[in-house]
C-alpha cells in the first residue's frame, strides 16, 4: 500500500507534535468563554477572577469506577466552588475526607468558599473533585476536560473549563497522598 508522503508525515508529525504539547502541560481554560492562557500540573490556567494550579487527574485501570482530581484554586475576589462537571463522569462532586471517630470518611463537601488571594488547595486526603461513575478508563498520559462552577459575591456564576492532564503520581512539586 503506497502512502502519498504528505499523509505519512501528517501521520509521524502530528502524534509527535501531541506528545511534546503534553510534555510541555500545554492545555485550554476559559472562564464566561473568554480565551485564557495554557494550563496544566507544570503552569497557570488564569481566568476572569480564578487561576488554576497544578490540576491533574489520577490515573484509572480498566473497571476502576471513580478517582479524583486535584488542583490549587486562587481567586481575585470572594466566590464559591459550587460544582464540576466532566463528559468522562457520571457524577462528579467536590469532596471532603474528614477524620470522625477515629475513621476516615469521604462525602461531598458543598459549596467551597474562597478567599481572595489564598489558594484552596484540592488534594489527596482532603477536599477534592471525586469523579464517579467513569465511563471509560483513564490512562496516564491522556487528558481529561473538567469544568469548574464558581459563583462571586454578586451571585454570578462563572465557568472555568480546564484540560487536565492524567498521571498515576501528582505531578512534581504538589501533594503524593494516597487517595
Given at each position: ?5 504528505r ?16 510534555a ?9 468563554g ?6 496544566s ?7 476572569a477572577a480564578?487561576q ?14 471513580g ?5 490549587r ?30 475513621v476516615?470518611r469521604?462525602?461531598?463537601?458543598g ?20 469523579l ?15 469544568t ?5 459575591a ?21 501533594p503524593?497522598?494516597?487517595?
Amino acid at each position: 500500500m503506497h502512502i502519498p508522503r504528505r499523509s505519512a508525515l501528517s501521520r509521524l508529525a502530528l502524534p509527535a507534535l501531541a506528545a511534546v504539547l503534553w510534555a510541555s502541560g500545554a492545555t485550554a481554560a476559559s472562564a464566561q468563554g473568554t480565551s485564557a492562557p495554557a494550563a496544566s500540573a507544570a503552569s497557570n490556567a488564569k481566568a476572569a477572577a480564578a487561576q488554576v494550579e497544578g490540576g491533574w487527574v489520577r490515573a484509572t485501570v480498566a473497571g476502576q469506577q471513580g478517582t479524583g482530581a486535584f488542583m490549587r484554586i486562587t481567586t481575585r475576589e470572594p466566590m464559591q466552588l459550587l460544582a464540576v462537571r466532566t463528559p468522562v463522569a457520571g457524577e462528579a462532586e467536590v469532596h471532603e475526607m474528614k477524620m470522625e471517630g477515629g475513621v476516615m470518611r469521604m462525602r461531598p463537601a458543598g459549596a467551597i468558599a474562597l478567599q481572595p488571594g489564598q489558594p484552596l488547595e484540592l488534594k489527596p486526603g482532603g477536599l477534592h473533585l471525586m469523579l464517579m461513575d467513569l465511563k471509560r478508563p483513564l490512562p496516564a498520559g491522556s487528558q481529561v476536560p473538567v469544568t469548574l462552577v464558581l459563583k462571586d459575591a454578586q451571585g454570578v456564576e462563572r465557568t472555568v473549563a480546564l484540560q487536565l492532564p492524567v498521571a498515576v503520581m501528582a505531578p512534581q512539586g504538589l501533594p503524593t497522598q494516597p487517595h
